[in-house]
């Protein structure tokens, strides 16, 4: 059940680790991952103050989700990204990087006043399609 990562010239390139669109045959299980944070497995919270190192943990934690179900990040089709600072987009994104490997799933980033937790910077959710 291959990915495929959709571009055209009609689009402008993504200026981040995201797709303009992703095409996969839905014959497989669909994932839906709950918002992820910063949140390690001892309910601590990784890198307080320090975005970098919150994107590394809820990257690693939407991957555990997915791995759980039986799959992997290459899986993921879709995240949905929320931030406290969008002037963190490249920082985020740097990480990102370290994740998820073309082809890419579709994003979107939104900036928001408040998360769950006064300390999350970031939270993330995803959607994967696990044959």
């Known amino acids: 059940?291959?990915?495929?990562?959709?571009?055209?010239?009609?689009?402008?390139?993504?200026?981040?680790?995201?797709?303009?669109a992703t095409t996969i045959e839905a014959t497989g299980r669909l994932v839906?991952?709950?918002?992820?944070?910063?949140r390690r497995?001892?309910?601590?919270?990784?890198?307080?103050?320090?975005?970098?190192e919150q994107t590394?943990?809820?990257?690693?934690?939407v991957a555990a989700a997915v791995e759980a179900a039986g799959g992997t990040?290459?899986?993921?089709?879709?995240?949905?990204?929320y931030v406290?600072?969008?002037?963190?987009?490249?920082?985020?994104?740097?990480?990102?990087?370290?994740?998820f490997a073309p082809p890419l799933p579709a994003s979107t980033m939104v900036e928001v006043s408040k998360l769950a937790h006064p300390d999350y910077l970031i939270e993330i959710n995803a959607i994967a399609v696990i044959a």
């Not at 406290?84 to 994740?99: C, P, T, Y």
Request: glycine share 8%; with cysteine.
């Open 84 to 99: 406290r600072n969008m002037e963190d987009f490249a920082k985020i994104h740097a990480v990102r990087a370290q994740f």
């Open 1 to 20: 059940m291959p990915k495929t990562q959709v571009s055209t010239t009609e689009l402008h390139s993504p200026n981040g680790v995201f797709s303009q």
């Open 73 to 81: 990040l290459a899986d993921v089709c879709r995240v949905d990204v």
């Open 32 to 38: 839906f991952v709950s918002g992820m944070t910063a």
């Open 41 to 52: 497995p001892d309910g601590s919270i990784a890198g307080v103050g320090d975005i970098t």
């Open 56 to 61: 590394r943990q809820v990257c690693a934690n």
